[in-house]
């Protein structure tokens, strides 16, 4: 049985910072793509940032390019969010999630809720 588990959502005033963080257990991700997820209330869950299993390759989405970091370590199988200069619209629930082929992802955490005030 594999489990993701996220932490770290919480809520902060614009402009602060969080780092999410998802464990993975169950089974290794070292050579797995993982990435983050988030789905805002009334909206359809968008992608925000991959990693792959070497952790050499990254993408993010435009809304968060430059605001936040994904890493990983893979001795912990552990993959984290660092979010900084945070804004309202990014108020979300976040997701992890891995994938065993890309680009489908197989497995999802039960989400972190990041809630941003103006």
């Known amino acids: 049985q594999v489990q993701l588990v996220e932490s770290g959502g919480g809520l902060v005033q614009a402009g602060a910072s969080l780092r999410l963080s998802c464990a993975a257990s169950?089974?290794?991700?070292?050579?797995?793509?993982m990435a983050w997820f988030r789905q805002a209330p009334g909206q359809e869950r968008e992608f925000v940032a991959y990693?792959?299993?070497?952790?050499?390759?990254?993408n993010y989405a435009d809304s968060v390019k430059g605001r936040f970091t994904i890493s990983r370590d893979n001795a912990k199988n552990t993959v984290y969010l660092q979010m900084n200069s945070l804004k309202p619209e990014d108020t979300a629930v976040y997701y992890c999630?891995?994938?065993?082929?890309?680009?489908?992802?197989?497995?999802w955490g039960q989400g972190t809720q990041v809630t941003v005030s103006s």
């Open positions: 999630a891995a994938s065993v082929v890309v680009p489908k992802y197989d497995y």
């Open positions: 990693i792959s299993g070497s952790g050499r390759n990254t």
């Open positions: 169950g089974r290794t991700f070292s050579s797995g793509r």
